[in-house]
């Protein structure tokens, strides 16, 4: 009786652990299986072959970016469009880390977590995705580039939704050329970094709000070069006298060094840190390149220059696009996505909101008073602008970053032009466009 007791007891032991296992494995199985069929082991999709049955691919209109025809690959006739939507996109080698047809190939191939791909397409596992890019803009601003390589970035930072991403160079995913041009691989709104030049002066600008008890009432002072730890700081003109407003608006190097000097290098490391310049952010499964703000063994001299976005100094488009997005909503930025359905991972808390409403003012006060609404007409828009230098013989990198506060057109946008020179006029004109198309775009018209 007592032998019988124990062996019934084993055996619903090993009854129970079977059951387990088996739920497990059920779980793993449907929760990973998109996962695992994506794999480059996976010979359906990997030779790019699962593309010749794959879903749709829409932009936010409804157009069509890439469709599958008598098991062929048929990518949107417009050649602009094709270029400025490939990293978005993809093209049929899944080189490009941040396009559909790498990060969701399994799914765009009809991949299915319970069936796999057992199921015939008529059941309606088609496989069809929606990006929230509008690729009409994105051609438009892909055009503005004009040949030249960098990248523009435009998001609501509400809702998350990523309206334009544009990264040059590209290729034409139809007709994929022999030699891919260099650099083309990378989608550099997300993946790739770059001296920031003077769209720094808004991290420099914050930590100065935060740890500069008066703040309101500095005056600096720029005779066009000054001596910070026995090696000149340059600016590009004798200033004169002016508060933190006229300094940002007029993008001082010398009111930037002092101020950068005057926070020390432990809290503009701190400030770099808490407004995510050396983190990386989520966007739809993937992540953006950090970027490098590092004082910690500095002499002055170097800190002096990295206040003003020299020195080792990087930033990521999209990450500058997100701490924009963060200075007009009071801190607080919707992190963003591309895909329709992909719901954004979190908020980016960067800053308190009396620190973003300040810093907003600032950002504001330079396009009215300096820039010009008319750069930017039917928007309400703050922004900094940046010419980086990058040596090497090259000519700086030109920036501008800003975002707009009217109520039905809440955008947060990067823009880099690599050897650009002067931002304002080498990435101002295609943030422009960017933000101009994009405002037409959310409203409708
Ligand atoms: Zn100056």
């Known amino acids: 009786m007592k032998r019988t007791m124990s062996r019934s007891i084993i055996a ?12 497990f494995l059920c779980y793993k199985y449907v929760c990973d299986s998109p996962m695992w069929a994506s794999q480059t082991f996976n010979a359906y999709i990997s030779s790019g072959k ?25 990518y949107n006739e417009d050649l602009s469009v094709r270029l400025a939507t490939l990293h978005s996109v993809g093209d049929y080698s899944y080189n490009i880390a941040t396009a559909l047809q790498t990060t969701h190939r399994a799914e765009l191939a009809g991949h299915n977590r319970i069936f796999g791909y057992g199921l015939p397409s008529s059941l309606g596992f088609s496989g069809d995705m929606t990006l929230t890019v509008d690729s009409v803009v994105c051609a438009k601003v892909y055009d503005a580039f004009g040949g030249r390589n960098g990248a523009c970035f435009v998001y609501n930072y509400k809702t998350g939704e990523v309206l334009c991403m544009v990264s040059t160079p590209s290729y034409d995913p139809q ?6 041009p260099e650099g083309a691989y990378l989608n550099n709104a997300i993946s790739s970094t770059y001296a920031p030049g003077s769209i720094f002066k808004i991290i420099t600008t914050v930590a100065a709000i935060e740890y500069l008890p008066d703040w309101e009432n500095i005056t600096l002072n720029c005779d066009g070069e000054e001596d910070f730890g026995g090696d000149d700081v340059t600016c590009l ?3 004169g006298e002016m508060d933190i407003y006229e300094a940002f608006a007029r993008s001082c190097n010398i009111a930037f060094a002092d101020l950068a000097a005057q926070v020390g290098a432990e809290n503009m490391q701190k400030t770099a840190e808490k407004l995510g310049i050396t983190e990386s952010f ?15 063994n500095a002499t002055l001299n170097e800190l002096a220059w990295s206040g003003i976005g020299q020195h080792t100094d990087m930033t990521n488009p999209a990450q500058m696009a997100i701490l924009c997005g963060a200075v007009a909503s009071e801190g607080s930025a919707k992190l963003p996505t591309y895909i329709e359905g992909v719901s954004p991972k ?8 009396e620190t973003a409403d300040i810093m907003a003012e600032i950002m504001r006060y330079t396009v009215r008073d300096y820039y010009g609404d008319s750069m930017f007409e039917g928007l309400t828009v703050g922004a900094k602008t940046g010419t980086a230098e990058v040596g090497e013989g090259k000519a700086p990198n030109g920036w501008i970053v800003g975002y707009s506060e009217d109520e039905d057109c809440p955008l947060a946008f990067a823009v880099v032009v690599e050897e650009g020179d002067y931002g304002f006029y080498s990435a101002g004109p295609i943030a422009r ?13």
Do not use: Q, W
């Open 282 to 296: 989520n966007i739809c499964s993937v992540n953006t390149a950090k970027g490098v703000y590092d004082v910690k």
């Open 175 to 180: 007709n994929v050329p022999e030699e891919v």
């Open 12 to 23: 619903l032991i090993l009854a129970v652990a079977f059951l387990l296992g088996l739920g």
């Open 433 to 445: 466009i960017a933000m101009t198309e994009c405002a037409k775009s959310l409203r409708g018209e």
């Open 346 to 353: 979190g908020n980016a808390e960067l800053m308190s909101k």
């Open 50 to 74: 699962g593309l010749a049955c794959a879903g749709t691919i829409y932009d936010r209109n409804g157009t069509v970016l890439a469709k599958s025809e008598n098991g062929e690959r048929v």
């Open 237 to 239: 003109e004798h200033h």
